[in-house]
């Protein structure tokens, strides 16, 4: 039975601005922190988010608090925009702390090209990249056999880079170098094998996207040189997308298997959707074995798609400016939002390793840390926080202030609607007729993708980022908008 689970009023303990605190309570081991505005916190009170946050926190070994970051919304298990770190020695890991779309995450790319050069060719540029990169269920631009997809998601980016996808300078500018290590293949079930082969490099459908887009604003000059970002004017291209079925198929086989594992193990659920196995199990290795496999295949999907979009703008230019290497379509990063991580942080003072789980959410690593590429080391990370196709995107770098929420900030702006009532309230056709009006050119599939995604749908993501700048999280270094859009 759910602890949990229904809307209640809750009694806030305001910590600071844009940090908030419900006291623990019932079966909770530590308490719920929540790191939002006034209108957001409200916002997290019209869903299961706050009784979910309140499940987490009930979970063996969590560590501090139970967090949700300013985009929280319920999801599946844990809120979306939920973090929570466990102890190595009693906590546990749960597939609804990663999500099914394991590793959806971010890659944004600079370059040399003004947005007045562009503008003007910005429909040959959507349609190029629509045709050039898959969307559907079926990639008919790489096809990989069972014995291909497995050298594929144990080595990640560095596997495509031999294949001619990308350059060894976009690997290291990911997390973790594009691929996470104890990725073990065999640990990954014939299902979602199955579903992954047709799916390599294909885009998605959702919340995934594909953005041209305008640096409207920097705020942070020194953080945006560091990060290679153009100038005021300047283009940028971000990519939005995860593991396809791969991921999801994951998912989905070890959610039973942690089912089992829960009962096995004798761990009392206040939720069943937050089932899960103590982290020195074997299910809890084999899990990680086969959700390591799902992060790297999204590394390879984002990073395959960056060499379609290279080619898509060599295309649209008709090499007017060169290559894509005199267009400066370099990887500024690339960032995960669903996983579980073994990192080192600081507990009660003390460096520990412990399992952090971000669920839909964001790392956000400050100066000095190693995990950082080299170059940005001395800077921070930079954190990439894409918004909706009608909004703008925002590039944050890390503050020391993120080691209490385990180097964690939002991932997005968070939706407030339901897909279903996304397409009851808005028309696609009438969302792209708008965006045209804005000069914004958008191709979707289908038109009732843009209805599920329209930016009513949607928290405001200026009012997402600026709760985590005022919490101390990360500073916001530079503001994105579109120019073009290719949903899935």
């Not at 990954?188 to 919340?207: C, D, E, H, I, V």
Request: hydrophobic share 40%; net charge neutral; proline share 4%.
């Amino acid at each position: 039975m759910t602890l949990f689970s229904k809307v209640v009023i809750l009694e806030f303990k305001k910590i600071r601005d844009a940090v908030y605190e419900i006291p623990k309570s019932g079966a909770m081991r530590v308490p719920v922190r929540l790191y939002a505005g006034e209108a957001l916190l409200k916002k997290m009170q019209e869903d299961r988010t706050l009784g979910q946050a309140r499940n987490v926190a009930a979970l063996p070994g969590i560590i501090e608090a139970s967090m949700v970051m300013p985009d929280g919304h319920e999801g599946y298990g844990f809120p979306i925009g939920g973090v929570a770190a466990f102890s190595l020695e009693d906590g546990i890991v749960s597939p609804g702390g990663v999500g099914y779309d394991i590793n959806c995450g971010v890659r944004l790319l600079t370059s040399t090209l003004s947005a007045s050069e562009v503008q003007p060719r910005i429909k040959e540029i959507v349609a190029a990249l629509f045709q050039n990169v898959p969307s559907g269920v079926g990639s008919k631009k790489i096809r990989v056999d069972e014995r291909t997809l497995g050298e594929a998601v144990t080595r990640g980016a560095a596997w495509c880079v031999e294949q001619g996808y990308g350059v060894a300078d976009d690997a290291e500018h990911c997390e973790e170098n594009g691929a996470i290590a104890g990725a073990d293949f065999s640990k990954t079930t014939p299902q979602a094998r199955k579903r992954g082969m047709p799916q390599f490099g294909t885009l998605g459908s959702g919340n995934h996207f594909l953005e041209v887009q305008r640096v409207e604003k920097i705020f942070d000059a020194e953080a945006a040189k560091a990060f290679r970002l153009p100038e005021e004017g300047g283009v940028t291209v971000m990519i939005h997308c995860g593991s396809r079925g791969f991921g999801h198929q994951t998912c989905d086989d070890y959610i039973r298997v942690m089912l089992r594992a829960s009962e096995k193990y004798g761990i009392a659920l206040p939720d069943k959707e937050l089932c899960c196995a103590p982290l020195k199990s074997q299910e809890a290795k084999d899990y990680f074995g086969a959700m390591n496999c799902a992060v790297n295949y999204a590394f390879c999907n984002r990073h395959v798609i960056a060499h379609w979009v290279r080619e898509s703008f060599e295309q649209a230019f008709q090499k007017k400016h060169g290559d894509w290497e005199k267009m400066g379509l370099r990887t500024v990063y690339d960032v995960c939002h669903n996983i579980a991580k073994i990192e080192e942080h600081a507990v009660s003072g003390k460096n520990q390793r412990v399992c952090v789980h971000r669920k839909g959410a964001t790392r956000a690593f400050w100066a000095g840390r190693p995990e950082i590429p080299s170059a940005y080391r001395s800077i921070g990370q930079p954190v990439i926080i894409p918004g909706t196709m009608e909004t703008a995107s925002y590039v944050l770098v890390g503050l020391p202030r993120a080691a209490e929420t385990f180097a964690s900030v939002c991932h997005g702006a968070g939706r407030v609607m339901s897909r279903h009532d996304a397409i009851r309230a808005f028309r696609g056709v009438s969302i792209q007729q708008e965006m045209a009006k804005r000069g914004i050119t958008v191709q979707s599939v289908e038109p009732v993708t843009l209805a599920e995604e329209a930016g009513g749908a949607y928290k405001n993501v200026d009012d997402v980022v600026a709760s985590v700048e005022q919490a101390g999280l990360a500073r916001i270094v530079a503001k994105l908008v579109p120019l073009g859009v290719i949903k899935g």
